[in-house]
């Protein structure tokens, strides 16, 4: 159980375009998701908390308008990346959190490796 | 300011022996202390996790060892395999409701 889903899991796109990263919980529901960047050989970064049917809470110093986030429904969480440039490049991961264990657990999709040329 | 501190960056332990990560951690309100496994390329998978209301949680050959006191927690992976190469994160959350925070991870290589 508690599996999360990304799609797609590698993009390559050109500058100025927009790509779409969603994410599903697959067999439960998540109020809350979380999206993550990471850097080669770094931590993960959150840029963003998003809660079913309300907007997104962003980290300092992540451009809301640049990465869109909507969560709208239980299992899909989706993050747009608008207008990427080649320093947007980066793996996306996002997570889940399940409310139905003692520990509310956070589980992680499989990342997208997003490449801007 | 890094409220979860993680070492060593990396560690190469021999096949069969003790694999042991520490994480000290600064606020006194956490409560939910995860370790993810991570391999290149792939999203972090959920391992093992504790509450301060135990010292220590095993589960297979994975063991957290927890000092509510020292507001340290350890990771240990014993009789370690070469299929255990990969990085680990350890984390910290309140009540697991608040995000994660992650401490900056330990790349473990076990050799033959």
């Known amino acids: 159980g508690a599996v999360v889903s990304q799609h797609p899991s590698r993009v390559i796109c050109k500058s100025g375009t927009s790509v779409k990263i969603e994410c599903r919980s697959l067999?439960?529901?998540?109020?809350?998701m979380f999206w993550y960047r990471q850097f080669p050989k770094q931590s993960l970064m959150l840029m963003a908390t998003?809660?079913?049917?309300?907007?997104?809470?962003?980290e300092q110093g992540v451009e809301k308008d640049k990465f869109l986030i909507n969560h709208a429904s239980l299992t899909l969480s989706t993050l747009t990346v608008t207008s990427a440039h080649p320093e947007d490049s980066s793996f996306y991961i996002c997570?889940?959190?399940?409310?139905?264990?003692?520990?509310?657990?956070?589980?992680f999709g499989p990342g997208t490796r997003l490449t801007v040329l | 300011q890094q409220q979860v501190k993680q070492s060593p960056q990396s560690l190469i332990v021999q096949k069969g022996g003790i694999s042991i990560i520490n994480c000290a951690y600064e606020?006194?309100?956490?409560?939910?202390f995860p370790w993810y496994q991570q391999f290149p390329g792939k999203g972090p998978a959920l391992l093992i996790a504790?509450?301060?209301?135990?010292s220590e949680k095993k589960e297979g050959r994975f063991t957290i060892s927890f000092n509510k006191s020292a507001k340290q927690f350890s990771l240990h992976i014993m009789d370690s395999q070469p299929g255990d190469s990969a990085t680990y994160f350890c984390?910290?959350?309140?009540?697991?409701?608040?995000?994660?925070?992650f401490g900056k991870g330990t790349r473990l290589s076990v050799i033959a």
């Open positions: 997570s889940a959190r399940s409310t139905s264990g003692p520990y509310n657990e956070q589980f």
């Open positions: 067999d439960f529901q998540a109020t809350t």
């Open positions: 998003s809660n079913e049917g309300s907007k997104a809470t962003y």
């Open positions: 606020n006194t309100a956490f409560d939910y």
């Open positions: 504790i509450r301060p209301d135990v």
């Open positions: 984390a910290a959350s309140i009540s697991g409701n608040t995000p994660l925070v």
